[in-house]
């Protein structure tokens, strides 16, 4: 079955710290794959995304994603974290021919002052 | 900016009372979704528009309709809310569909509370 995982869900880091955010798929075709954020109250927003070009994404806000297809991974990094990274992160996949995205369950970041 | 817009942005309705939630868009997209958002979890996908198409997901509850009358205008329609229908409703939008990597723009959301 075709599925994606987020391996956390609350991740809190200090103010300046890098970010690392997990998320693995299962799927035996080529996916596409996504980061998005969500704050408090808000709808989704796209982070980032990969479509088979470089597998190395580079997203909005300082945030990027690398696509390693032997490890099934698409985790989403940050160098150094602001207060303003403070939200909920989800990762989803689609898969050709598919009709929907699949969400992760979610992970919630805190920034330490 | 083209943008997905949703109203009303929060909605109190009383349990069994018929409630519509608004959708727009001007992005132009062939396809419009309804997520149900409930504290703490991803979106589960109600159903979605193909243009005229409707897709209807197979755990979607009957008390759950939806209308799309032109492109840009999508509804979700609530005949008989329950206290666990309160939840935030996402409205989306894609040029095509997630199988082809089509990116999916999403509203701020229509926070509804049943009491």
């Known amino acids: 079955a075709q599925s994606v995982t987020q391996l956390g869900s609350h991740v809190s880091v200090s103010e300046g710290a890098l970010v690392l955010l997990r998320c693995n798929y299962s799927?035996?075709?080529?996916?596409?794959l996504f980061w998005y954020v969500q704050y408090p109250n808000q709808g989704l927003q796209l982070l980032l995304k990969y479509t088979s070009a470089a597998t190395l994404v580079k997203g909005i806000n300082g945030f990027e994603a690398e696509f390693k297809k032997s490890e099934t991974s698409f985790h989403l990094t940050k160098p150094s974290a602001h207060m303003s990274d403070a939200a909920e992160y989800f990762c989803?996949?689609?898969?050709?021919?598919?009709?929907?995205?699949?969400f992760g369950q979610g992970t919630r970041l805190t920034i330490n002052p | 900016d083209a943008m997905v817009i949703q109203n009303p942005r929060y909605q109190v309705t009383q349990f069994g009372k018929p409630v519509t939630l608004s959708c727009s868009q001007t992005l132009n997209h062939n396809v419009m979704y309804w997520y149900q958002q409930k504290s703490s979890q991803a979106p589960k996908l109600l159903f979605h528009y193909y243009d005229k198409d409707f897709n209807n997901e197979a755990d979607t509850p009957d008390n759950f309709q939806s209308r799309r009358p032109n492109t840009s205008f999508c509804f979700l329609d609530i005949r008989s809310p329950g206290l666990g229908d309160a939840a935030m409703y996402l409205c989306?939008?894609?040029?095509?569909?997630?199988?082809?990597?089509?990116?999916?723009?999403f509203g701020p959301g229509t926070r509804l509370l049943v009491l």
């Open positions: 799927s035996s075709v080529p996916p596409y």
């Open positions: 989306a939008t894609s040029k095509g569909l997630a199988g082809v990597g089509e990116t999916q723009y």
């Open positions: 989803a996949v689609s898969f050709q021919g598919a009709q929907k995205l699949v």
